[in-house]
């Protein structure tokens, strides 16, 4: 089978059938070569070496908001996903009773620092999610006056459900509110275009699907916001001189690098810099088509074997993210011994998670379902 990712860029894959970007994404063989070369450059030449590199940040920004439909202003690079999550719960010019949505099936990258405004005396609803899932129905319903911001993940972390960003942004901005989004389950599988989209702002981590390293992310700020956002944690690079250095007074600087605060991290940056020239080498598009057909597939040969599938498949809702579980087999048992013989998900009592990437193919697909055939005998469930 061909695949859109180059197998050689992946070294899992001579050891493992790697299925679980969803947890944690392999770095690639080209982001490794460009990291180790900046390394060595800052062992044999300290700031001759980085700095270069610390140069290039608007070009990265730059790289980085095309993949994603925005514009290099708009971009902040951060440590991580609730990094970009505290920088708008954080900024947003709340008003006694205003209040934020929450699903209640959020992973807690995007629940924490939504959750931790009531201290502040903002209203946090949680939307129950078991019987109904936040559908712009639902939001039409949900949606108060004093709702200020409406804050979900593109892709739900457990069972891969992708929410309708395009529509929901626009009951959201009819009713007043902002549309936040972590999308760190669906950038570097799925394609998004933010303005498209009408997202407000967007935060997400570089290590799952965008295949980047631990400890960077992405923050979009839409550009009429990003001076009605409090700048809550202002460093020596918010401002609009960074090198003028004692002025501490100064103006913040225009664009969104102004939530960057201090130093970047110029090596995990690189990473997903790299990550945006492979996926864009091999062409978005035909890495979501990709993974979509494997998860596809893969949902095809489970129900076969006698698995229940628990996510939510269709046009528009389907991700790369495939959750199941067989009746009478213990999910956590079963998923340690697939991981024993290289097979590897994530596995929790809920049921396993799968999440193949652009490099995998069928008969990896084919390789899980082998165990999912012979699971009660592999993993049967202690009554």
Sequence with gaps: MTTPLPRNEFAATEKYVYLNHAAVGILPHSSRIAIEQ???????????????????????????ARFIGARGSEIATVPSTSSGANVVALGIDWRPGDEVLLC????????????????????????TTREERLTPERLKRELRPQTRAVALSWVSYADGYRHDLTSLSQVAHAGGALLCVDAIQGLGALRLDVREAGVDTLYAGAGKWMLGLHGI???????DLIDRLTLAMPGWRSMHDMWDFHEYEQPYAAQ???????????????????????????????????????????????????????????????????????????????????????????????GIRVAPHGYNTLEDVDRLVEFARDATRLAPRMS
């Design 217 to 223: 992310g992405l923050l979009y700020v839409r550009e």
């Design 104 to 127: 209640d099936n959020e992973f807690p990258s995007n629940a924490v620092p939504w959750v931790a405004l009531r201290k502040r005396g903002v209203g946090v609803r949680l939307l």
């Design 256 to 350: 969104a690098m102004r939530f960057e605060g201090g130093t970047p991290n110029i090596v995990g940056t690189l990473s997903l810099v790299r990550s945006i020239d492979l996926f864009e080498r091999c062409d978005p598009a035909a890495i979501e088509r990709h993974v979509l057909t494997l998860t596809d597939y893969l949902c095809e040969r489970l129900t076969g074997a006698g698995a229940t599938v628990l996510t939510q498949r269709g046009a528009g809702i389907s991700s790369g993210i495939v959750t199941f579980e067989i009746a009478g087999v213990d999910s956590v048992a079963l998923g340690r011994a697939m991981q024993k013989e290289g097979v590897v998900t994530t596995y929790r009592p809920g």
């Design 38 to 64: 900046l390394l060595r450059e800052h062992g044999e030449a300290g700031v001759l070496g980085t700095f270069p590199y610390d140069a290039r940040m608007p070009e990265y920004r730059d790289r980085i």
